[in-house]
């Protein structure tokens, strides 16, 4: 499976996005923070419309539950009165949702270690050891060597990017019609690593031009050569810099 496909399944669904938020804030899933874990759920969506990904219909009904949820949490909490004068609360918004990611959480947990437990399975042989190096395609090489940096981390660094660049429509512009193609700008990107001693460059390099559209191209140019196996990107730790690479014997070679 390619991690880097662009299509919106790499995600697996909202919930599964949900719980890569949670997880990368470090909270409580039994005391999810709405407010700003919807406002970073809003954000990749609105990423995601930018690019013109594909956007599945559940992702926009969780983001109007996440809303709505939002909108309940934000008002004034209210007590109602029942038999002998006992005070109850109403029920908290979050609880339908908190449960959907643990039955969702409990099955992704599960699935994983199927799949650890079908990994150490597929180790097991009744030949002899021998020297499978002559059986290992590059095409393989290649996709291990660019499986540290996911979509999620992509589409973070094209956050990032966006806010420091300062990107945001101003008040009074000149609208210029420029059309940038993915195709040229994709042999523009490998030629500017090639020029560099390392063949090699930060992410950020790749977008000289503060200009909306360009930069927009430059991403999916930059996805499509990932997906080409064409570069490979490398990140050292959460958060950190992405590195791209010159993957030697892609396509465009």
Known sequence: MNPYNVKIETFEGPLDLLLHLINQAEVDIYDIPVAPITDQYMTYVQAMQELHLDIASEYLVMAATLLAIKSKTLLPKQEELFDEEILMEEEDPRDELMNRLIEYRKYKEAATDLKEKEEKRSLVH???????EPLISEADKSEVAIQGVSLYDMLSAY???MKRKSLKAPRMTTVKNQEYSIEDRMNEVIEFINHLPSHSCKFEDLFPVPEKGHVVVTFLAILELMKTKTIRCEQEGNFSDIT?????GGPLE
Request: glycine share 0%; aromatic share 6%; proline share 13%.
């Open 126 to 132: 009744t030949r002899p050891p021998e020297d499978l």
């Open 159 to 161: 956050q990032k990017l």
């Open 244 to 248: 791209i690479f010159k993957q030697e």
